[in-house]
């Protein structure tokens, strides 16, 4: 049996989506950005993805820093086929650097399945490109 298919995954600043009309879209790059020079907590974001080819299953997320260490605690819901798209809105995670060494870590039915780099940029500056 095959699982479910990663179509995308991004962890994406709230300004930052809403500045790019509130559409996902391929140049949408992930990153988040400090609230004040760190360590700090980063600015509200959305962690987005979706699935295809699949049955009902169990998907996890959590953030990790650069070292492995997990900043954002795991995250488990049953993803069903109707749900289509997934968004969670994060409101306040703390971080002790910025750095593009961060990552989205997805489970699926208790397997990583996927990692998505990001960087954690400082207040103010230019996301990197990627």
């Known amino acids: 049996m095959v699982g479910p298919t990663l179509r995308y995954a ?22 988040l950005e400090l609230d004040s020079p760190p360590p700090a907590v980063v600015k509200p ?14 998907e ?8 492995g260490m997990t900043v954002h605690p795991p995250v488990t819901r049953e993803v069903r086929v109707e749900d289509g ?10 971080v002790e650097y910025d750095s593009a060494g961060y990552q989205l870590i997805l489970e699926v039915d208790g397997r990583e399945v996927a990692r ?5 940029f ?3 500056a230019a996301a990197p490109a990627g």
């Open 116 to 120: 998505v780099g990001f960087p954690v």
């Open 10 to 31: 991004k962890v994406v600043d709230h300004e930052q989506f809403l500045r790019s009309g509130a559409r996902i879209r391929p140049g949408l790059d992930s990153g």
């Open 45 to 58: 974001f959305y962690v987005m993805r979706a699935w295809d080819d699949f049955d009902a299953f169990e």
């Open 122 to 124: 400082l207040p103010g």
């Open 85 to 94: 798209d997934l968004a969670d809105e994060v409101s306040s995670m703390h």
């Open 60 to 67: 996890t997320w959590r953030i990790t820093d650069p070292y």
